[in-house]
């Protein structure tokens, strides 16, 4: 069966498994006489209705809430039903399944099918529908998803202050900056022989001067939004017993990995996430690194060297009781040097030297951090240079909206076209022909965050990732 973006569609709407309440939502046009079939009465308006929810022949499967939103007054723009029962996942099954069976009778009063081709909703369908019925726009729509994955507190606030359109009113006021030079260039173009004098009086410049300022500061907002979405990955690299799986238990306030003095305890790769001020940084402790004859040992290692590569900070861990062997030293330099033969370009490496509680005084570099891993000296600067790593600016938590990597690079393209346009605003002879097509790429770029200009692939690839009945 083709699917039609017209056809009524039903989903359960809560996560799989068991829980004190279970949600099975539809969307459609006009869900009246399916609220009938299901009630056995007609529903009041955004109003909770208690009773039974009535199986084909009367019967009760449940007794729970109905809810009805008339279009267009709802989440998705169209008539939209709740079903709220007990939790249970069969009990949810029967009701989907009653659903289905009730749009597909025919309704006395009529003779014809209740909601003809009611289908099951795919992932993100009722939120696609949402955007396309002009509810949400595209960035409101990815905050829903990002507002439900979000891993700390910091990030759900901002998903929320997206959902509620902060992010979209920025671009918006760029869009309209945008609009309004345009009409200026555009207009001019039409008496070229007073284009100079138009674009002094209209203070073009200084007009395309505020916009690229204010694309700048949205620029910077947005990739500390990122950043709360997106997290960091730290790996913890380093000799056998430099302490790396202490480093990892210390960061996460917990005994993950397994701690012995025995070498090449760690086998295999160990993950948490933790959060500083509200940034999630995905930590890893993996294999020292070393030479090694045992089979298991050395897929160890060559995953640890992996994750290494993908690393958007490797934290270099070093042991001070053992910084006067020779052949110690020998082989952190060693280590140090693969790193930085192996990581991509602008990788930092931040050398940490462990044990500080064992081995006082001064470190042998000019560069890195002092700790004790076992006391938890020094864990706070560590958490502080992660940050500093990661980007992060103090304070900018407060009124942030999230974003993503898509939004990143669609301001990087807007402000590229807006430098090329001035550019074109240098010379003595403006190309105004010119200018006016970098402003119209420039809000091109910037339309597509919010959906309106974006490809139909684009919408697909986005709702795609979503939960189904969300």
Known sequence: MTLSPRDPIVAIATAPGRGAVGIVRVSGPDLRALARALTGRDLAPRMATYGPLRDADGSAIDHGLALHFPAPHSYTGEDVLELQAHGGPVVLQLLLARCLQAAAE???????????????????????????????????????????DASTSAAARSAS??????????????????????????????????????LRKQDVRGQLSKLQQHLRGVQARARQGALLREGIKVVIAGQPNAGKSSLLNALAGAELAIVTPVAGTTRDVVQQTIQIHGVPLHVLDTAGLRESGDEVERIGIARAWAHIESADAVLLLHDLTRRHEPAHAAEDARIATELAARLPRGVP??????????????????????????????????????????????????????????????????????????????????????????????????????GAFSADDLLGVIFARFCIGK
């Open 106 to 148: 025919a309704d006395p009063a009529t003779g014809a099918p209740r909601l003809p081709r009611l289908r099951l909703a795919r992932p993100g369908e009722f939120t696609e529908r949402a955007f396309l019925n002009d509810k949400l726009d595209l960035a409101q729509a990815e905050a829903v998803m990002d507002l439900i």
């Open 161 to 198: 202050r997206s959902l509620a359109g902060a992010f979209s009113q920025e671009v918006h006021a760029l869009v309209d900056g945008l609009i309004h030079l345009r009409m200026l260039i555009e207009a001019t173009l039409d008496f070229p022989e007073e284009e100079i004098d138009v």
């Open 349 to 450: 490496v931040l050398h940490v030297w462990n044990k500080h509680d064992a081995a006082p005084g001064p470190l042998p570099g000019d560069d890195g951090i002092a700790l004790s891993a076992r006391t938890g000296e020094g864990l706070d600067t560590l958490r502080q240079r992660l940050l500093d790593l990661a980007g992060w600016q103090a304070g900018a938590g407060e009124g942030q909206f999230i974003a993503r990597e898509r939004h990143l690079q669609a301001l990087a393209r807007a402000a590229e076209h807006l430098d090329a346009a001035t550019a074109q605003l240098e010379g003595d002879q403006p190309m105004l022909d010119l200018l006016a097509e970098e402003l119209r790429l420039a809000q091109n770029a910037l339309n597509e965050i919010t």
